[in-house]
């Protein structure tokens, strides 16, 4: 579950979600994984440049919580999905994979209500323009002098292993790891959570999806998430 708070009739996700103060109780409610809590923390306090970057993270999610609550919502439950995968194929930056995964969507500050907001399925044209959200993203993170994994999540989320994502239409291990990964948890968050056009679907719901459409992500990362999925 997460932490959500009520505020003038919108709901918020906690903007604490980056202390340390709260650390071991929060990493273990959004962590589903057997990883250890206590290698995790010690990631967390690591270089002084890290604790700068959690800073500016946490600054940027909090500006996405007042913007579009339901898309903080989203990229929270993403980061949980991504440490748990970067947990099996990139430990040693399983930060950058949480703390990437929360601004993920930066660039959907720019991105009209009509459009973030709306209610009904998109138009080409307007999906045309929602899609700039990653390229606006990745300025806003470099901008920041954010870490290149956390700039990586942001630019290739959207690629496909099979080279019908965008922005680049790259294909298979063209696109980084980070982008992989991403993917896959940015997709099954999407596909449960509740958004202005559709509610959540089930878990179940989301793998036989994923599963329909393998073609769209690394054939190894997938196995190894649905495979994590079903056991729950």
């Not at 273990?28 to 967390?44: C, G, P, V």
């Amino acid at each position: 579950m997460l932490d959500v708070v009520k505020v003038g009739g919108f709901r918020y996700l906690r903007t604490n979600i980056l202390t340390e103060r709260k650390g071991k109780i929060l990493i273990q409610k959004q962590m589903e994984s057997s990883q250890d809590i206590d290698e995790f923390l010690s990631l967390w306090r690591q270089a002084e440049k890290s604790s700068e970057t959690l800073k500016v993270i946490q600054a940027l999610f909090y500006c996405l919580q007042v913007r579009d609550p339901l898309t903080a919502e989203h990229s929270a439950n993403m980061a949980r999905y991504a440490t748990q995968l970067a947990s099996h194929f990139d430990r040693e930056n399983v930060l950058l994979y949480f703390a990437g995964s929360l601004t993920h969507d930066i660039g959907k500050l720019g991105i009209s209500d009509r459009i973030l907001k709306g209610d009904s399925n998109l138009s080409n044209e307007e999906r045309k323009s929602l899609s700039v959200h990653v390229t606006a993203g990745v300025y806003i993170l470099q901008a920041m002098g954010l870490p290149k994994l956390i700039v990586d999540i942001a630019e290739y989320h959207h690629e496909r292993y099979n080279g019908s994502g965008y922005a680049k239409g790259l294909v298979g291990n063209q696109i980084p790891l980070a982008g992989r990964i991403a993917a896959i948890a940015d997709t099954f968050s999407a596909l449960t959570s509740n958004r202005p056009y559709a509610p959540a679907l089930s878990r179940d719901k989301a793998i036989e999806i994923m599963e329909r459409d393998k073609k769209l992500y690394d054939p190894k990362i997938l196995s190894y998430f649905l495979a994590m999925k079903k056991k729950k």
